[in-house]
């Protein structure tokens, strides 16, 4: 039988919104491998009796070699990241090692998705999400800020709403100005603006502003940040952005009585 590594998306954080499929693949786990912080919102029970190895917040490359070597060794092992594990988490990085190694025929790599971040950002602000959408990372880690800003450009000209990771952290607090700044020049200042930090989980906050006034100062590294486009509204306190339904269908003379 093939030896595994599985990826798993732990979701938001909340162990409510640990996906059943994904338990399923830590309860099975031999040893759990990840950053510390994401460990942490593992519940205990989940850890018990299992081999555990973290690592901090830049030692990506480190812990999935780990995982990999004792996957290669006949341990049942299981690479954590939040959210999904395959936006900007670690599935990507494994299987690029895997490539690298020369270890894709040696190993079977099963990436079991969870809640992305920005749904759960989306699922507390209303309805910011219905149509056309683009995500882009502010984080110049591993992408130059030239590509980031162009990238920026070009979605907020094309009028999508905009979802940013990685906005803001203690290094980096130029890039989200900037980044607003861009948006600014393509959409007026009283556009939505949504920010999620910490969603579902202890801390969790949610606030909404316009373009024009919004502060870069209220933005951490564990917030999730949504700009509205051209039509996105603000409807009984949360953000919306119209699918088309009432251009289409005309909702205002539709009435509240549908017969089913």
């Keep these: 039988m093939l030896k595994r590594i599985t990826?798993?998306?732990?979701?938001?954080?909340?162990?409510?919104?640990?996906?059943?499929?994904?338990?399923?693949?830590?309860?099975?786990?031999?040893?759990i491998v990840?950053?510390?912080?994401?460990?942490?919102?593992?519940?205990?029970?989940?850890?018990?009796?299992r081999r555990v190895l973290s690592t901090g917040m830049t030692g990506e490359v480190e812990r999935c070699n780990a995982a990999i070597d004792l996957a290669l060794g006949g341990v049942e092992t299981a690479v954590v990241s939040s959210g999904d594990a395959g936006v900007y988490a670690m599935a990507g990085l494994v299987l690029e090692l895997l490539e690298t190694?020369?270890?894709?025929?040696?190993?079977d790599l099963e990436v079991v998705p969870?809640?992305?971040?920005?749904?759960?950002?989306a699922a507390l602000l209303g309805a910011p999400l219905m149509h056309d959408f683009a995500v882009v990372s502010l984080s110049d880690l591993l992408t130059p800020w030239?590509?980031?800003?162009?990238?920026l450009a070009a979605a907020a000209a094309?009028?999508?709403?905009?979802?940013?990771?990685?906005?803001?952290?203690?290094?980096?607090?130029?890039?989200l100005p900037k980044a607003l700044a861009v948006l600014a020049g393509h959409r007026p200042g009283t556009t939505p603006v949504g920010l999620v930090k910490r969603a579902y989980r202890p801390g969790q906050e949610v606030l909404t502003a316009t373009l024009a006034d919004f502060d870069p100062?209220?933005?951490?590294?564990?917030s999730i940040l949504v700009i509205g486009n051209a039509a996105t509204r603000m409807a009984g306190g949360r953000m919306l952005t119209p699918r088309g339904y009432a251009g289409k269908y005309g909702l205002a003379d539709a009435g509240g009585t549908s017969g089913l």
């Design 146 to 151: 030239e590509v980031i800003e162009k990238r």
């Design 217 to 222: 100062e209220a933005v951490d590294m564990q």
């Design 34 to 49: 990840g950053y510390k912080g994401y460990i942490e919102l593992l519940e205990p029970d989940i850890l018990v009796g």
């Design 158 to 175: 094309a009028d999508f709403v905009v979802v940013l990771y990685n906005p803001r952290s203690g290094r980096r607090r130029d890039q």
């Design 101 to 107: 190694r020369g270890l894709l025929d040696a190993l």
């Design 114 to 121: 969870g809640i992305p971040a920005l749904c759960a950002a």
């Design 7 to 31: 990826v798993v998306g732990l979701g938001p954080g909340a162990a409510a919104l640990l996906p059943p499929l994904a338990r399923e693949a830590l309860l099975r786990a031999q040893a």
